[in-house]
């Protein structure tokens, strides 16, 4: 670890424990944090950066989210640096439909259901075929959890991602622009 990481590590754990309970967080980082300070938290957590333009507003990482590995995760700041949103994509070990529902989405919305209650909004359509199930996925229907939380709301969705060729599970997290 570098100097500067070290240094920009100490600054973040100061700011969080100056934080309001009211933000919401990833990893235990509050949103809203710069986006510098942010990103060498995620590394102290073990996640690795990917990619990362600061002037742009994002930092890239791969590494474990509630114990699924090999997820991407994205931070996007705001126009003033400051962590506005991060999405995760969370893949099944094995390929199929019923792969990403039940090990992956399944998990996670419990877990996500245990911290923040009851979904705000449910939209859940997993039933029939395999081929009528893949059908509502590409069309960004079939399964959607909302959670509205102090400082943001969490969002856990399946979707297709056609460059990869894939379902992925996708949690957002995110704060209102102020």
Do not use: W
């Given at each position: ?18 934080q ?58 705001d126009?003033?640096?400051?962590v ?18 039940k ?13 923040y ?25 079939g399964?959607?959890c ?28 995110s704060?209102?622009?102020?």
């Amino acid at each position: 670890m570098t100097i500067l990481s070290t240094i920009l590590a100490f600054f973040a754990a100061v700011s969080v424990s100056q934080q309001s309970p009211d933000r919401l967080s990833f990893m235990d980082i509050p949103l809203g944090e710069p986006l510098y300070q942010f990103s060498a938290q995620l590394e102290n957590k073990g996640l690795t950066l990917v990619d990362a333009d600061f002037g742009k507003g994002y930092s890239m990482f791969s590494g474990v989210y509630e114990s699924h590995p090999d997820c991407s995760i994205v931070a996007s700041a705001d126009t003033e640096g400051n962590v506005k949103d991060v999405t995760v994509m969370v893949k099944a070990a094995t390929k199929g439909i019923q792969a990403i529902v039940k090990d992956v989405y399944e998990p996670l919305k419990k877990s996500l259901s245990q911290q923040y209650g009851v979904p705000l909004a449910q939209i859940e359509d997993l039933n029939g075929r395999e081929r009528d199930i893949r059908k509502k996925l590409k069309a960004g229907k079939g399964a959607t959890c909302e959670y509205i939380v102090p400082g943001g709301t969490v969002l856990l969705t399946i979707s297709y991602d056609a460059l990869v060729g894939g379902y992925f599970a996708v949690v957002v997290y995110s704060q209102p622009v102020r």
